[in-house]
């Protein structure tokens, strides 16, 4: 402790002592109507005063309400002033009923109380007071502060409210609060009014001089957030946003963001049973294939947060395993073993190989080619890395005695349209083949589009905004589910507790979004205004396009699980399907002579694929002839 740190205690003890003895003094004298105060307990004051006073100072002290820093007091520091009074009080009034001579009336004691715990705690207030009006006032004057909007009145927007108070280095003044609660309006939130409703921003920007509009009300769903970022859009004020997930410990202004896509497509946060999910990864050799990719390397990072024994990241692409390698490197405690092996998931000796050294406990499959126009150019691709590679994949599984197999499936398995959206349903259709004979439990987890991923329209959609447009959209009506790639990951894994064998999982992706409505708001948050600034231009679908996608076949139920996030197709493997795995080998063992024979190599295996128009114009592009 230093030297102004030992001052300081010291004068507020000594302030304390007399404030203890003015109480007392005072409370005699309130007690007798301040007329002629009867000796004996004027002479008992004199002697007991002093007493009392250190009393309240080693009860302050055990308190630790020394060491407080009182220019930051609340209301903890004003109940812990009153418990440390009372208790004082409390030991003085025992005192004072074993010692006669010394004694007391109680209604002394009880008033003294009341005037102790208001002297010390409005002695601490002072230099709140101080740093509150005065030095806020100085720096007023002093600095070129923002002037900012908080919408939300609620606990975020007064915490935000609270840190710009306190922190005056943020330079940025509250001018009002923004709620459409009719019953808010005209209320104070520590003295700054709450103003109106939102349709009233850009009148209100202009009035105040705004520089700053703060969204504080991270419980909210997407639509309102994208309504409110549509009217602030017509001001010039900057938009930032306090997340739905931040660290209340700390600073709420540094989780303080820029509006992106994944606010305006705000879901609820996911909540995980915890024990389920550390009982099968907890200590576990973990494999997860696409370690490099959009949802493997998510995977990676997500599944270290359970302790596995050890991780074996595999991808075929080096540079995509490396990436992912340099950003988690090791964890600090030292006790998870990290493996990167670029291997491809189609070489069954070099997957026989890992297997074989590792002996993975749990495997995620996220190894996929899943971009659809391109999948259409090469339709052989995908059958070999889609299903050829689960295939593989699943049966070392099987072979090597792994507990648990999840296939990362997609929602364009359902009713498929597409070669990509086939070849996962055969993945899928393999998978639940393979559980049949088999000790591991084996499932798929399907999903929609996830933001952010590589192929998303997002960066697309981004990269054109940065050029000046236009923003291309294949159909006005065209629909997807959209979900984020933390919150995909952490119900892949939650699913993965839930396995028992044979189940499609399928997540709840909330209401479908308009790709056309998804382009405008992105322009918007981007500062700019659609269909004027940025123009939006239809191209057509493109071939394997659906306009809007499935979670569910006609033909499947769906049966809730004990997460409230999670479903499962209720279908079970239709006849017709078993042995599946047996035909695809039998199939490609077949010389497969381009396009046409992948294409009806897969429509043998799946019947429901249902080949679009634009899909036989790719064909007869690619080949130069007409199917027969």
């Not at 009506?477 to 993965?496: K, N, S, W």
């Amino acid at each position: 402790m230093n030297l102004s740190s030992r001052l300081r205690i010291t004068y507020l003890m000594l302030a304390d002592f007399l404030i203890v003895n003015a109480a007392l003094f005072l409370a005699l004298g309130l007690r007798f109507d301040f007329q002629e105060i009867p000796a004996k307990y004027l002479s008992s004051f004199y002697y007991i005063a002093p007493t009392y006073a250190v009393l309240t100072i080693l009860v302050l002290f055990y308190f630790r309400l020394y060491n407080r820093v009182w220019e930051y007091a609340s209301l903890k520091e004003m109940i812990a002033i009153a418990k440390a009074t009372m208790l004082s009080s409390l030991i003085f009034w025992i005192f004072s009923k074993m010692c006669p001579f010394y004694g007391m009336p109680r209604s002394v004691v009880a008033i003294s109380w009341g005037l102790i715990f208001l002297g010390t705690s409005s002695l601490r207030l002072y230099w709140r007071l101080i740093r509150d009006e005065f030095l806020r006032g100085r720096n007023n004057r002093n600095q070129t502060r923002r002037r900012a909007l908080i919408i939300g009145a609620g606990d975020a927007g007064a915490l935000l409210l609270k840190e710009f108070k306190q922190n005056q280095t943020l330079e940025t003044e509250v001018v009002g609060f923004i709620d459409d609660d009719p019953g808010k309006k005209g209320r104070l939130i520590m003295e700054v009014p709450i103003l109106g409703k939102r349709g009233g921003i850009p009148r209100l920007v202009k009035e105040h001089n705004i520089n700053e509009i703060i969204i504080a009300m991270p419980s909210v769903s997407g639509k309102t957030i994208r309504e409110i970022v549509q009217i602030a859009r017509q001001t010039p004020a900057r938009m930032r946003i306090l997340p739905s997930i931040y660290d209340t410990a700390t600073n709420p202004v540094t989780s303080l963001r820029d509006v992106n896509m994944e606010d305006l497509l705000h879901r609820e946060a996911v909540h995980l049973h915890m024990e389920k999910i550390s009982g099968y990864l907890q200590g576990k050799a973990v494999l997860v294939t696409g370690a490099g990719g959009s949802i493997g390397s998510e995977l990676c990072r997500q599944v270290l947060g359970f302790a596995p024994r050890c991780l074996i990241m595999v991808d075929n692409c080096e540079n995509n395993l490396f990436d992912i390698e340099q950003e988690i490197g090791r964890p600090d405690a030292g006790e998870i073993t990290i493996y990167t092996i670029v291997a491809d998931v189609k070489n069954s000796q070099k997957m026989n190989r890992i297997f074989s050294r590792f002996r993975p406990q749990v495997v995620f499959h996220a190894a996929a080619y899943k971009h659809v126009p391109m999948m259409e150019l090469h339709p052989e691709e995908a059958l070999y890395n889609n299903v050829i590679g689960t295939k593989i994949t699943a049966e070392m599984a099987d072979k090597y005695g792994c507990e648990t197999f999840i296939l990362i499936s997609t929602d364009k398995a359902v009713n498929p349209t597409s070669i990509m959206g086939a070849t996962k349903r055969i993945a899928e259709l393999v998978i639940k083949d393979l559980n049949r004979t088999s000790k591991t439990a084996l499932a798929a987890v399907r999903f929609g589009n996830v933001l952010g991923s590589r192929g998303s329209v997002i960066p697309t959609f981004l990269k054109q905004i940065e050029a000046g447009g236009p923003v291309t959209v294949t159909h006005p009506d065209m629909v997807r589910y959209f979900m984020t790639i933390p919150e995909a990951v952490q119900l892949v894994i939650q699913a993965g507790a839930m396995a028992a064998g044979g189940e499609v999982f399928v997540l709840d992706m909330g209401e479908p979004v308009r790709i056309a409505d998804l382009a405008r708001d992105l322009i918007r948050i981007t500062g700019y205004q659609p269909d004027k600034e940025i123009k939006i231009v239809y191209t057509g679908v493109r071939p394997g396009e659906k306009l809007f996608e499935e979670l569910f076949t006609n033909s499947e139920g769906r049966l809730s699980t004990q997460h409230e996030r999670i479903f499962i197709s209720t279908k079970k493997l239709e006849e017709k399907y078993e042995g599946i795995i047996d035909n695809i080998t039998i199939m490609t063992q077949r010389q497969i002579n381009g396009r046409k024979d992948v294409v009806r190599l897969i429509a043998a295996l799946v019947p429901e694929y249902q080949r679009t128009t634009q899909e036989s114009q790719t064909e007869i592009a690619v080949t130069g002839e007409h199917e027969q």
